[in-house]
């Protein structure tokens, strides 16, 4: 603490002509971590996962909400892409369909395994066993598929190579008088309702009044969402209310945005035909990024790639959605939870607890009562009430655990500074002046970390399964927002089924605990003159 | 000697009672425990003065009321012309930048999270925060004081980055001394600096002391209940008892002519490191143990164990007897008048005529 870089070359402190640093506890600590390998691997495990979910909005992975129905339930591959795997689930169910009308023959000891399959509800072994076989008597020649499965097929492969997804990026508006092009998000509400008027051939007034209504439904929803049970005047009385409050401009901000979807719809709509077009005529190339132009006044920039190329290296979910992406999005939030919980309930804890301790008499009387009445309310019962009250949001939830969960680290660090009040050393400093804050967090804090830092690093993982839980009650995260927590607990129907979708969330969670784990166990080893990790 | 100087540190009637409450919520207090009970004595510049007495006389407390650690029920405690008790805070801490202590345990009072630089540095640091030095000081000065302190006392300097667990126990001591010179201070209060360590090691801790003494010229109060460590390093003595002071003299003249009863006692239980006195020596063995200090007293206080009392020591208290410039006392024996024909009635009846 008294360290400074700029300082020159130091005289010689022992009879070595050694050259000795001063140094301090959290320095030392810092060394004895980076000693540690566990440790060292747990934080590196930790921060790569944090920045993961920092950063996963760069990431180059598909969007985690985007529902694309064709591809529910996907097994994991890093070869086939989403159409082979489609196709493959076709088939399939297709040889088991033939087998089961008797045209995919096979010898009397395998029905009868599959017949124990299906009893046993090993629904998968028989669907690869009739895989693996009806390609092999396909091969052979020994199989063909009906003429109706064939055309299922044939249809099958004919989607799969032609559906493609289109993402408008932006829109120009090209003004035909002077020749400029303007993007069309930054421009205003006015000039967007004649371009999507002039776009679709009708009058202005047409749209304004179409905008007006579209904002009138939207604010309503709005309000009777938030106060619920009003009769029909009453809810007219309010929206004229919140209409008023929300001004010209915020009515302009709100009608712009939707008049933005409107045209990003119209306009996606036209460009698809289009690109229809190119596919039958053969002459699309996928992946497509390019400006279109859509009439002499508009244009676009586009990025279409086709629907079923995509790779889903750890599957899909029932709805179709990339597992990768769905859990590193729902990394954000359980991490979020962990740390962020964590962290508030011990900074609350350590200053209640030391208050309580260090004061003693009447404050550590009344701070105990609260505790003990809070720790007497159940409480899930408490968290749960605070999220009906204040409504659902993640936010919500971070401060609803975060209030109920200081009790114990409070309790944890009064009984530590009520120990070390009396000590000698504390005493010392009294005696030379420190204040009261500084032997607080200078002397007992120190001396209580390796207590407070086991106890946060097991807090760590029961935030991250209280969250769960409450997302599973349907009071945590909501979809399409995904966590951990939330995803095991979606997985867990249909499990034998769909194994993947239990296996990657459990195990990127499991991972991230045992690295917090030892990186605890690190960091209290650290913050211990006396470990056994001396320097 | 001493009286013609000016007395570094008054202490005036200083009382310290620790209240002994009941109830839980509503407290209220039942009694209290006075741990020091009306001590006055003056500390001149430059001497030792050693605080001597059985285990719970109030010595220790006495040197932490006087570094205000406790807030003194009553009394004063001058310091170079401030009142301690009555200063506001900043004036305290200003005032007691030259009154550093040293403390009993040097295994529990040094912070075992702290490596031993940041522990001889922190007065410094919270004095330099506070902005209470005469002149700020840099990290870097911070540093150079704290390598020149630990040459001081005998340390190795490069040990600066290790922890407390990792010395002696002596070496820990000088750690302590180190902390406490480090505002350079006028006045060190050393509670029973030595008890806690070997003989060997503590003759060596009390010549670091008095080098200490000679070279920064500073004054000691030295508790300590081994008397043969007080006969050595003290100039006077002050011999407590249940939290009053009973004698102070110089120290020569307490070992050779002890003149309270309980002086009388303490040193006849010292023993002599020569078997054939040792043999002869005379114990004088005091009957009883030692009060509770929680009652009230009108009497003398040792009146319960005295081996000398007399009717009137029950009902009277007896103020400090200036035997010579050397010797005060708090006896009846040695009153101008001769107590020792008054009978009980006639004792308490003057008593009772002096409270009215």
């Known amino acids: 603490m008294f360290f400074t870089r700029n300082k020159k070359k130091n005289a010689a402190l022992n009879e070595f002509d050694q050259v000795v640093e001063g140094n301090s506890l959290s320095k030392d600590a810092w060394k004895r971590l980076r000693k540690n390998k566990a440790a060292v691997v747990g934080m590196v495990i930790v921060i790569v996962y944090s920045l993961l979910a920092a950063f996963a909005m760069f990431l180059p992975i598909y969007p985690y909400d985007q529902i694309i129905l064709d591809h529910q339930h996907l097994r994991p591959s890093l070869t086939k892409t989403a159409g082979d795997l489609m196709m493959e689930n076709k088939l399939k169910d297709l040889y088991f369909k033939a087998w089961r009308a008797g045209t995919l023959v096979v010898t009397d000891a395998q029905s009868k395994q599959i017949e124990t399959w299906i009893a046993d509800n090993e629904t998968n072994n028989v669907w690869d066993f009739c895989y693996t076989e009806g390609q092999k008597q396909l091969a052979a020649g020994t199989f063909t598929f009906s003429d109706a499965d064939q055309r299922t097929i044939d249809r099958l492969q004919e989607k799969i190579n032609t559906e493609f997804l289109i993402e408008v990026d932006k829109m120009y508006y090209t003004d035909p008088d002077t020749g400029k092009t303007k993007n069309i998000a930054r421009m205003d509400f006015e000039q967007i309702k004649q371009i999507y008027a002039d776009y679709l051939g009708v009058d202005v007034a047409v749209i304004a009044q179409q905008s007006d209504q579209e904002i009138r439904n939207q604010v309503l929803n709005k309000v009777k969402a938030a106060t619920p049970g009003l009769s029909t005047e009453e809810y007219e009385a309010n929206l004229e209310l919140e209409l008023q409050s929300m001004g010209d401009k915020g009515i302009a901000t709100l009608g712009k945005s939707n008049m933005l979807v409107s045209i990003k719809t119209a306009i996606s709509r036209s460009i698809e035909r289009g690109l229809k077009q190119e596919i039958k005529d053969g002459t699309a190339k996928f992946p497509v990024n390019r400006t279109v132009v859509v009439n002499e006044k508009i244009s676009a920039a586009i990025t279409a790639d086709l629907k079923h190329t995509r790779h889903y290296y750890l599957g899909t979910d029932y709805s179709g959605r990339d597992m990768l992406s769905r859990i590193i999005y729902g990394g954000q939030v359980s991490i979020a939870i962990g740390l962020v919980g964590t962290i508030t309930s011990v900074l609350i804890g350590i200053v209640l607890g030391a208050i309580a301790g260090y004061a003693g008499g009447k404050i550590d009387f009344f701070l105990m009562r609260l505790v003990d009445i809070m720790y007497g309310l159940p409480y899930m019962l408490l968290v749960i009430i605070f999220m009906a009250i204040f409504g659902r949001n993640i936010m919500n939830l971070f401060v609803a655990l975060a209030i109920v969960s200081w009790l114990t680290v409070a309790r944890m660090v009064r009984g530590q500074v009520m120990s070390l009040k009396n000590s000698e050393y504390v005493e010392a400093a009294r005696s030379m002046g420190a204040s009261t804050w500084r032997i607080i967090f200078r002397h007992m804090v120190p001396n209580s970390l390796s207590v407070i830092i086991v106890y946060s690093t097991l807090r760590v993982p029961a935030f991250i399964m209280q969250e769960s839980f409450l997302s599973f009650l349907g009071l945590g995260v909501q979809a399409p927002y995904a966590s951990w927590g939330s995803l095991v607990g979606d997985a867990v129907n249909g499990m034998t089924l769909y194994p993947w979708k239990l296996i990657f969330p459990a195990l990127a969670m499991t991972i991230f605990l045992f690295a917090m784990n030892f990186f605890g166990d690190g960091l209290r080893d650290a913050f211990d003159p006396q470990s056994k990790n001396q320097l | ?356």
């Open chain 2, 1 to 356: 000697m001493s009286t013609n100087k000016i007395p570094l540190l008054e202490v005036k009637d200083l009382k310290q009672h620790f209240p002994i409450t009941s109830g839980s919520i509503l407290q209220k207090q039942v009694g209290a425990i006075r741990a020091v009970d009306g001590i006055s004595f003056d500390v001149y510049p430059g001497e030792t003065l050693g605080i001597v007495g059985e285990s719970g006389c109030g010595k220790s407390t006495t040197v932490r009321s006087i570094s205000q650690l406790y807030k003194p029920t009553s009394g004063t405690v001058k310091f170079n012309g401030v009142d301690l008790v009555k200063a506001d805070h900043r004036t305290m801490l200003k005032a007691r930048r030259d009154i550093q202590m040293i403390f009993q345990d040097p295994y529990a009072s040094l912070d075992p999270r702290m490596t031993v630089r940041s522990i001889i540095a922190e007065p410094m640091v919270i004095y330099n925060n506070r902005k209470l030095l005469e002149k700020p000081m840099s990290s870097i000065e911070i540093e150079r004081r704290v390598e020149e302190l630990m040459e001081r006392v005998g340390l190795n300097k490069a040990f600066k980055n290790r922890y407390p667990h990792e010395f002696s126990g002596g070496q820990r001591q000088r750690i302590g001394i180190a902390r406490a010179l480090a505002l350079n201070p006028k006045i060190i209060l050393a509670d029973e600096p030595v008890s806690a360590l070997d003989v060997s090691i503590q003759s060596q801790i009390l010549n670091l002391l008095s080098d200490l003494q000679k070279e920064f010229g500073l004054t000691y109060i030295f508790i300590a209940h081994d008397l043969a460590v007080i006969q050595h390093i003290s100039t006077r003595v002050a011999v407590m008892y249940l939290g009053k002071i009973v004698e102070v003299s110089e120290a020569v003249q307490l070992y050779d002519n002890p003149l309270h009863p309980y002086t009388i006692a303490l040193l006849s239980a010292a023993p002599i490191p020569d078997p054939q006195i040792e043999r002869e020596r005379k114990r004088i063995i005091l009957t009883g143990d030692v009060p509770s200090p929680d009652k009230e007293r009108n009497g003398c206080y040792f009146y319960d164990r005295c081996p000398k009392k007399m009717p009137w020591c029950s009902c009277h208290i007896p103020p400090m007897f200036k035997m010579n410039d050397k010797q005060e006392v708090a006896c009846w024996l040695y009153d101008q008048t001769d107590h020792s024909k008054t009978t009980m009635e006639e004792a308490q009846a003057d008593a009772a005529k002096v409270q009215n």
